[in-house]
């Protein structure tokens, strides 16, 4: 295409009055990955029940381009954090983390995830992920809704795009 420069346009305006779109290539990354986050398929107790509801057909997560759960940390870039983490349970969570490549993001899904929820003054349960990783997004519940979960998808979505 020839550009033809008219009065004062940059060349970036004049693309744009051509239906050309411009921008750069880390953008276009992030466009990309927030349209198409890979969940680790990890759940503990019953918060992961919602989780599973939201990937059937009722809910359909597919519609925003989430549904492609896996089961290797190395394949994966979401960590959805559904239930509380034991101490027992710590380090192994920890280490499936760390064996995500990055860039990856982590939601802590329902109130066992984000503060221990009922079990946050026993013994036995981390008083939320945030102990272990840093959290992007905070889904509060007990449990969280399967809407729930696909507005804190959203939300971890204009974190991406650097929308928010
Ligand atoms: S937040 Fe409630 S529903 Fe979710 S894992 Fe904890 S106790 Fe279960």
């Not at 989780?51 to 381009?65: E, L, N, V």
């Not at 870039?77 to 239930?83: E, F, N, R, S």
């Not at 983490?85 to 760390?98: L, N």
């Not at 990055?102 to 008083?127: H, Q």
Request: hydrophobic content about 40%.
């Amino acid at each position: 295409m020839v550009l033809k420069q008219q009065n004062s346009d940059s060349d970036v305006e004049v693309l744009e009055k051509n239906g050309v779109t411009v921008t750069t290539f880390e953008k276009l990354w992030n466009w990309g990955r927030a349209h198409s986050f890979w969940p680790l398929s990890y759940g503990c107790n019953c918060c992961p029940i919602e989780m599973m509801a939201a990937g059937a057909s009722r809910f359909d997560i597919a519609r925003y381009g989430y549904e492609v759960f896996r089961a290797s940390p190395r394949q994966a870039d979401l960590l959805i954090v559904a239930g509380p983490i034991t101490v027992k349970m710590a380090p192994v969570v920890k280490r499936v983390y760390e064996q995500m490549p990055a860039p990856k993001w982590v939601i802590a899904m329902g109130n066992c995830a984000t503060s221990g929820g009922p079990f946050r003054d026993g013994y036995s349960v981390l008083a939320g992920a945030d102990k272990l990783f840093d959290v992007d997004v905070y889904i509060p519940g007990c449990p969280p809704r399967p809407e729930a979960l696909f507005h804190g998808l959203l939300e971890l979505k204009k974190q991406v795009e650097g929308v928010k």
